[in-house]
């Protein structure tokens, strides 16, 4: 079966790729960015101001047009990394099988006044669960949630990303140098919600936040510490597989840590639903470090079992990839 991947994000590109190379399945790629493109002959998916996301009825039907003999050679289109260009395919009579991994809300919009989502999209959505052609699979459960919340239907089905790393990121650089020191990501919490990496450093440790060079990169440091932003993130299964280890606040200290703050959670924060998040979640409680208070954070980042622990992350690392396959290899075969 010939595969086709439209996505906007790097990361699940990478972990479809290597779902792809697990499952001997040969899946090209078109994205935003020319250089992920599989045919570097074939314009990217791009637009001005990122409106490329706005997937509304005219901009569906100009990629359909641009790109329809080129979709016409697979077996199956797998969108992700936004929902909306599943719309490129819904719109336009699309026969073959389209699988639609919902990654960042259903009916994600950049910006306002864009005229999308619209009424026609979401009827095209809600559609699906008459089409046989067509899966819509939430890679977290709140996907599916959220759908609910707007009346639309996508089921109950859920594929975690895996975490496996593919030849996308294919830097792996030794950097001893970083070993004792902690990273604190770019994000808005960690950064402009508060200075974490100021507040870990009044605790007495080495810090670092900034760029970095992929996922791989981050197997040099000491540990992570992060406060999240997000239901779900790719880089969030990436530490089971590279053996990360992350100390976040525990959903107590969260509240605290963002009382009367700029805090950002990716919309909508619904609070009494923390406990279904990746981050949270009854399944993965053993695998992240939560923390109570600084104090607490100080004690755990000196006397936790920095070994025992990745071996622990990445045991569980090995189970999930198995089952993950087999949820993929059960969707494409059938």
């Given at each position: ?32 960015d ?24 005219d ?6 047009n ?14 992700s ?22 990654c ?20 095209l ?5 008459f ?26 089905k ?8 593919s030849?996308v ?6 950097k ?11 994000y808005?919490?960690?950064?402009i ?10 605790l ?5 936040t ?62 009494k639903?923390l406990n ?18 600084w104090e ?21 690392g ?11 290899k059960?969707?494409l075969?059938?």
């Open positions: 079966m010939k595969l086709l991947h439209l996505s906007f994000h790097k990361g699940c590109i990478n972990d479809f790729n290597y779902i792809c190379e697990k499952l001997n399945y040969d899946c090209e790629i078109l994205s935003y020319k250089e992920l493109n599989s045919n570097k002959e074939l314009p990217p998916l791009q637009e001005n101001d990122c409106q490329q996301y706005n997937i509304t009825h901009r569906a039907e100009k990629y359909w641009i790109y329809k003999d080129y979709f016409n050679k697979f077996d199956c289109i797998i969108t990394d936004t929902a909306p260009l599943s719309r490129i395919f819904l719109q336009n009579g699309w026969s073959k099988k389209l699988i639609i991994w919902v960042n809300r259903f009916d994600y919009a950049h910006g306002s006044n864009s005229g999308f989502p619209d009424k026609e999209y979401y009827e959505i809600n559609n699906c669960k089409k046989s052609n067509v899966e819509i699979i939430g890679y977290t459960l709140f996907e599916n949630i959220y759908a609910k919340m707007k009346n639309i239907d996508i089921g109950d859920v594929i975690q990303p895996s975490g496996g790393i030849d990121y294919n830097n792996n650089t030794n001893k140098e970083l070993n004792d020191v902690l990273f604190i990501p770019p808005h919490n960690d950064t919600m508060m200075n974490l990496k100021n507040q870990i450093e009044m007495g440790f080495k810090a670092y900034g760029k970095y060079d992929g996922p791989c990169d981050l197997t040099n440091y000491k540990a992570v510490v992060h406060i999240p932003y997000a239901w779900s993130n790719l880089a969030f299964f990436e530490m089971f597989q590279l053996g990360i280890v992350y100390f976040i606040p525990s959903i107590s200290f969260l509240q605290i840590l963002k009382n009367n703050r700029n805090f950002f959670w990716s919309p909508p924060y619904v609070e639903l279904i998040s990746e981050w949270y979640n009854e399944e993965h409680k053993d695998l992240l470090i939560y923390f109570d208070s607490d954070l100080t004690n755990k980042i000196n006397t936790l079992n920095y070994e025992e622990h990745k071996l622990k992350l990445k045991n569980f090995e189970t999930h990839i198995q089952t993950t396959l087999e949820k993929w059960y969707l075969d059938n």
